[in-house]
Nanobody
Framework: QVQLVESGGGLVQAGGSLRLSCAASGRTFRSAAMGWFRQAAGKEREFVATINSSGAYTYYANFVKGRFTISRDNAKNTLYLQMNSLKPEDTAVYYC?????????????????WGQGTQVTVSS
């Protein structure tokens, strides 16, 4: 069992930066692939980024490549999402998720555990 708690969201102007954190409890974090997803109002949840269990491999949605960086600190049981050059269209609730197995996937239904989400609002 893995419990996930996101933090770091807030209001930022376009072009600004935020760093999201996802604190995980449970012994399986270090073997879990992790992902960030987001859901804007009235839209479906969409994939943002994913990282394998060791942190050696990452994969990003095209719309965040070069702007967002996913990372993890297994010693701290924490997942991060550094978001730079934010745009108003990045406004959404951001969720972290964990998979029991370590492979990278982009489909929300393949993830086993979810956090409660943190709101990111980017003003123009």
């Amino acid at each position: 069992q893995v419990q996930l708690v996101e933090s770091g969201g807030g209001l930022v102007q376009a072009g600004g930066s935020l760093r999201l954190s996802c604190a995980a409890s449970g012994r399986t974090f270090r073997s879990a692939a992790m992902g960030w997803f987001r859901q804007a109002a009235g839209k479906e949840r969409e994939f943002v980024a994913t990282i394998n269990s060791s942190g050696a491999y990452t994969y990003y949605a095209n719309f965040v490549k070069g702007r967002f960086t996913i990372s993890r600190d297994n010693a701290k049981n924490t997942l991060y999402l550094q978001m730079n050059s934010l745009k108003p269209e990045d406004t959404a609730v951001y969720y972290c998720a964990a998979r029991k197995v370590g492979s990278l996937v982009t489909i929300p239904g393949r993830y086993d555990y979810w956090g409660q989400g943190t709101q990111v609002t980017v003003s123009s």
